[in-house]
């Protein structure tokens, strides 16, 4: 079975530049999230959907971040304008949402973002 | 104070010992408890997940999870060197929000 998938593995960029990260969840789940993860921080998430909806982007450190879920099978988190603070990895993960049942969430590979 | 804690390590273990890794949490209301595995430039892989109090076992791996005293820890038997990894914690209430310790690093040395 196909996992969650993520694009690109690897991004390097110039401050200023924007970035879009791509994430194709699990077929068949209906929970998307989004994650940053940093020595200092570690796993943090950023943003979650249900059903495509946005959920809870507390997480998202300021409005140069955005996240969409056009449909159940694909995400973007796009940073414009990005900053060297933004280097880390993103994850993506995807989950089965059940009624009165937390399901485990599937990580990707994840992208390893450089901002210089 | 954290909500999820665990000792950032390392963890070291000698092969074929049980490697013991623990986590505390904060909020009362958590309902479900997870353990992951990340080798270093991985992404973070399930272990194992345990929603009731005790102890759920599945091959070399035990969690454990007390309710009433905030913890939840993972045994590893027979512990080998390709166990050698973070392992991270995170707990939800009965949202899908999790909220991740910082890890434990494992070092199993031959």
């Known amino acids: 079975d196909a996992g969650v998938i993520q694009s690109p593995r690897h991004e390097v960029t110039e401050m200023g530049q924007e970035v879009t990260l791509r994430c194709k969840p699990i077929?068949?789940?209906?929970?998307l999230f989004w994650y940053r993860q940093t020595m200092m921080r570690g796993l943090e998430l950023l943003i979650y959907f249900n059903n495509n909806v946005p959920i809870d982007d507390s997480g998202m450190p300021e409005d140069r971040f955005s996240a969409k879920m056009p449909n159940a099978s694909f995400s973007t988190l796009k940073i414009q304008p990005s900053e060297p603070r933004d280097s880390a990895v993103y994850f993506c993960?995807?989950?089965?949402?059940?009624?009165?049942?937390?399901?485990?969430?599937?990580f990707g590979d994840g992208t390893r973002l450089s901002i210089l | 104070q954290k909500e999820v804690e665990q000792n950032s390590g390392p963890l070291s273990v000698p092969e074929g010992a049980i490697a013991s890794l623990n986590c505390t949490y904060s909020?009362?209301?958590?309902?479900?408890f997870f353990w992951y595995r990340q080798y270093s430039g991985k992404s973070p892989e399930l272990i194992m997940f345990?929603?009731?109090?005790g102890d759920k076992e599945d091959g070399r791996f035990t969690a454990q999870l007390n309710k009433a005293s905030q913890y939840v820890s993972l045994l590893i038997r027979d512990s080998q060197p390709s166990d050698s990894a973070t392992y991270l914690c995170a707990v939800t209430r009965n949202t899908d929000k999790l909220i991740f310790g910082t890890g434990t690093r494992l070092q199993v040395f031959p």
């Open positions: 993960a995807s989950s089965s949402r059940r009624r009165n049942s937390n399901q485990p969430q599937h």
């Open positions: 077929s068949g789940h209906n929970s």
């Open positions: 909020d009362r209301g958590s309902q479900s």
């Open positions: 345990i929603y009731s109090n």
